[in-house]
C-alpha cells in the first residue's frame, strides 16, 4: 500500500496521468461540442480509431504535424457523414453513431492491411513517427521550485498542452462568442434560434465535424505518443469511456477536463499496478477504467437526477 | 365497410410495406455491395475472384452451409435481442457482455456434477439466460433508478464481462493444462446434439426458432407487448395511458439479457466448441444491430434478414481464407447498410436525391405525401 502510494504521489505518476488523460479529454471535448449541439456522438470511439490509424499511415510519409492534421480532417469527415446521414437524410443519431463504429472497426483493419501488406494486427513493419515532447528543462534554472517544475512540466507530449489550451478555447468560444450562444441555443431548444434566423442545420454540422476532429485528435496522441503505431481496436473502449465522461461532465468544458482526468488517473493506475502488485490478476486491472466509469455514472446521474428533483420541489 | 373488405385491405397494406421495406433492404444491401467491390477492385489482385468468393462459396460444400445456417441462427438471437430492446426506443448495447456471462454460466453448470447428467444441457441454457438477463437488468434499473445512460453502461459492462471471462477461464475453471486459455471440453450431456451429421447445424438451430416465435407472441399477441411498443412510440403519451414506462424499459433490457444468455451458451454448449475460451464471440454480438434494423425490429424479419447476411458474412470468412481481401471489408458492407436502412433513403431515387441536393422546396411536397 505504501508503495502505490508513493508512486501515486511521485512527479512520474503526473506524467503518466497526463500521458493517459489527453486522448480521453480530446475525445471527451468533442463529445462534449456535439452534445451541446443536441446529438449525443456515440461515434467518439470509431473517430478516436480512424484517427489513430491515419496519425500512424501518414507519418510514415509525412512530418508529424501533417500526421496530426491528417488524423483531424479524417475525424473531421466522419463527423461530416454522420452530420449527413442524421440531418439531411433523417436517420437515427445513434444509429448513425454505430454505423461508424462498425466502418472504423472494420474499415481500419482493412487499410492496415493494405498499407502493411497483409499483417491484420500491428503496424510494427511501417517506421510512424512521434509527436514531439515539449522540453521545458530551462525552468530548471528558477531556484528552490525549478528541478520539480522541469520533472513535472517537461517532457508532456505537445498535444498534451494543446487539449489543456483547447479547454479555455472551447470555455472561451461557448461561453464568450455569439457562436457559442447559438451552439447552446440549438442543443437547448432548437426552435428559438430557428425562429430567430440562425441556421440550426449548418451550427449542428459544424458542431459534429468539430466533434470528429477532436476525437481524432485524441487518437492521434494514442498512436503518435502514448504508443508509437497502430494495432486493431487499439482505442479499446476509450471512446465509449470519454462517452461516460461527456455525460458526467455537466455539459460544461471545466466539467469534462474533470471527468477525463478521473478516467485518466485510474488508466494511469492500472498502468502502473502490475509493476507494484503482480499478484493482481492483469484481467482485473484491466477491468479497472471502465468499473470506475460506470460507477461514477451511476453516482453521478443519480446526484444529477436528484438536483433535478430538488429543483422541481423548489417550484 | 365490411368485415371482410377491411381484412383485404388491412392485408394488402401490410404486404405493400414489407415490399416497400424488402426493396430498401435489397436496393441497400446492392448498394454496400457495389461499393465493396469499387474497393476490392482498387486494392485486390484478383477482385473478381474474390467477389466470386464471396458470393457463392457458402452454398459450395455441405461443410461451409452448416457454417452459414449455425451463423444464421446465432445472428437471430442477438438480432431479436437487439429488436427487443429498440422497440421499446432503448439503445442498450449490452448482447456481447450478456454472450460473455451467459457462457460463463453456462460453463460452470456444464463442467459441475450437474453437467454430466442429463440435466446438464437445459440447466446450462437456464444458468447462461439468467446470467445474461441479470446483465441486461443493471443498465435497466440504473436507468430508471438513477437516470444513467444505458449506451454507455450497458458498453462498459460489455467489457467487464469479456474481462471476467479472461479472468475466470484462465484461473478458476478446469482446463486439460495449465496455461491453455480453453477449459476442458463439456461432458456429451452438456452439448447440444446435431441435428445434420458432420455440420455445425445443431440444437441451436430450434432454440433460434422457438425465439422468434416467443419474441413475435410477447411483442404482438400479449399486453405487455402492446405496452412496450407503445412506450417505444412515445413514452409521455403511454406513461399518461397509465402505463409505468419505467418497469417495461427494464423487463424489455432483462427479456433482451436472457436472450443474449441464450447466446452465449449457444455458442459453448454448441458443436462450434463444446468448450469456453476467451474471446470466442467473434464480435457476432454486434452484429445483431444490423439485423435488428433491417428488420425494422420484426422479430418475423429477424431470421429472414440473418439468412441473407449469415450468407454475407460467411462469405466473407471464406474470401479472407481462399483470396487476398480481408474479411473486414464486410465492416464496411455493414455501416453502409445501417446508414442507408436508418435514414430516410428509398429506392425510387428521387426523393433521395431532392434530400442530397438540399433541395428544400422538395421537403414540403414529401412531407404532403405522407
Known amino acids: 500500500m505504501i508503495e502505490l502510494l508513493m508512486t501515486v504521489l511521485s512527479t512520474t505518476f503526473f506524467v503518466t496521468v497526463v500521458r493517459t488523460t489527453t486522448p480521453l479529454l480530446l475525445a471527451t471535448l468533442g463529445g462534449l461540442i456535439a452534445d451541446l449541439g443536441g446529438a449525443l456522438n456515440v461515434a467518439l470511439e470509431g473517430m478516436m480509431l480512424v484517427g489513430c490509424l491515419t496519425a500512424v499511415i501518414v507519418s510514415v510519409f509525412a512530418p508529424w504535424y501533417v500526421a496530426v492534421l491528417a488524423a483531424v480532417l479524417a475525424g473531421a469527415l466522419l463527423g461530416g457523414v454522420m452530420a449527413f446521414f442524421h440531418l439531411r437524410l433523417k436517420a437515427d443519431i445513434i444509429l448513425v453513431g454505430f454505423a461508424i463504429n462498425i466502418l472504423a472497426a472494420g474499415g481500419t483493419v482493412f487499410a492496415l492491411t493494405l498499407a502493411t501488406g497483409g499483417d491484420k494486427g500491428t503496424s510494427i513493419n511501417l517506421t510512424s513517427k512521434a509527436v514531439p515532447a515539449l522540453d521545458l528543462s530551462f525552468l530548471g534554472v528558477i531556484p528552490g521550485i525549478g528541478d520539480f517544475l522541469v520533472r513535472m512540466l517537461s517532457g508532456h507530449s505537445i498535444l498534451s498542452w494543446l487539449a489543456a489550451f483547447l479547454v479555455f478555447a472551447i470555455w472561451y468560444f461557448l461561453y464568450r462568442t455569439p457562436w457559442g450562444l447559438w451552439l447552446r441555443g440549438v442543443g437547448e431548444y432548437p426552435a428559438a434560434p430557428e425562429a430567430a434566423g440562425i441556421p440550426v442545420n449548418a451550427i449542428r454540422t459544424w458542431s459534429l465535424l468539430v466533434s470528429g476532429g477532436l476525437a481524432a485528435l485524441g487518437g492521434a496522441q494514442l498512436a503518435m505518443f502514448n504508443y508509437i503505431g497502430f494495432t486493431r481496436d487499439m482505442t479499446a473502449g476509450r471512446g465509449f469511456i470519454a462517452l461516460g465522461a461527456v455525460l458526467l461532465g455537466a455539459r460544461h468544458p471545466v466539467g469534462a477536463l474533470l471527468a477525463a482526468l478521473l478516467f485518466g488517473v485510474f488508466e494511469a493506475l492500472a498502468v502502473v499496478m502490475p509493476g507494484l502488485f503482480n499478484w493482481i490478476p492483469a484481467e482485473l486491472i484491466r477491468m479497472i477504467p471502465f468499473v470506475v466509469t460506470i460507477l461514477a455514472l451511476f453516482l453521478f446521474s443519480y446526484r444529477a437526477l436528484q438536483a433535478r428533483r430538488l429543483r422541481s420541489a423548489g417550484h | ?370
Not at chain 2, 40 to 47: E, G, W
Not at chain 2, 90 to 117: H, K
Not at chain 2, 266 to 280: K, S
Open chain 2, 1 to 370: 365497410m365490411s368485415m371482410t373488405t377491411q381484412a383485404e385491405l388491412s392485408r394488402r397494406d401490410r404486404l405493400k410495406t414489407i415490399r416497400r421495406e424488402a426493396g430498401r433492404a435489397l436496393g441497400a444491401a446492392l448498394i454496400a455491395l457495389g461499393i465493396a467491390f469499387i474497393i476490392v477492385l482498387f486494392t485486390s489482385k484478383a477482385p473478381l475472384e474474390a467477389f466470386n468468393v464471396l458470393l457463392t462459396a457458402p452454398m459450395s460444400r455441405p461443410r461451409t452451409i452448416g457454417l452459414w445456417i449455425d451463423d444464421v441462427a446465432k445472428l437471430t438471437i442477438t438480432g431479436l435481442a437487439f429488436s427487443l430492446v429498440f422497440q421499446a426506443r432503448q439503445f442498450s448495447m449490452g448482447v456481447q457482455g450478456q454472450v460473455y456471462v451467459g457462457a460463463l454460466a453456462a460453463a460452470y453448470v456444464a463442467l459441475s456434477p450437474i453437467g454430466a447428467t442429463w440435466a446438464g444441457l437445459p440447466v446450462g441454457v437456464f444458468c447462461a439466460m439468467l446470467a445474461g438477463a441479470f446483465w441486461g437488468f443493471i443498465p435497466g434499473i440504473a436507468k430508471v433508478k438513477f437516470g444513467a445512460n444505458e449506451i454507455v453502461s450497458s458498453l462498459m459492462l460489455n467489457y467487464i464481462a469479456i474481462e471476467l471471462c479472461n479472468f475466470l477461464v484462465r484461473t478458476n475453471l478446469p482446463k486439460p493444462q495449465p496455461g491453455v486459455l480453453t477449459t476442458n471440453n463439456f461432458p456429451e450431456t452438456a452439448v447440444f446434439p446435431p441435428l445434420v451429421d458432420g455440420t455445425r447445424i445443431d440444437l441451436g438451430l430450434i432454440f433460434a426458432l422457438v425465439a422468434v416465435l416467443a419474441v413475435w407472441f410477447a411483442l404482438y399477441r400479449t399486453s405487455w407487448g402492446l405496452k412496450l411498443r407503445l412506450v417505444g412510440h412515445n413514452a409521455n403519451f403511454a406513461e399518461y395511458a397509465g402505463i409505468r414506462s419505467t418497469a417495461i424499459m427494464v423487463s424489455a433490457m432483462t427479456a433482451a439479457g436472457a436472450l443474449g444468455g441464450l447466446l452465449g451458451s449457444m455458442f459453448v454448449q454448441g458443436q462450434t466448441y463444446g468448450y469456453l475460451t476467451v474471446l470466442f464471440e467473434g464480435n457476432l454480438a454486434f452484429e445483431g444491430i444490423l439485423v435488428a434494423i433491417v428488420a425494422r425490429s420484426r422479430p418475423l424479419a429477424v431470421p429472414v434478414v440473418a439468412l441473407f447476411y449469415g450468407y454475407l458474412r460467411q462469405g466473407a470468412q471464406l474470401m479472407n481464407l481462399r483470396t487476398d481481401v480481408p474479411s473486414e471489408v464486410i465492416g464496411v458492407v455493414t455501416a453502409i447498410i445501417i446508414l442507408l436502412v436508418a435514414s430516410s433513403f428509398s429506392m425510387p431515387g428521387r426523393q433521395f436525391w431532392a434530400r442530397i441536393m438540399g433541395r428544400s422546396a422538395a421537403a414540403p411536397a414529401l412531407e404532403a405525401q405522407k
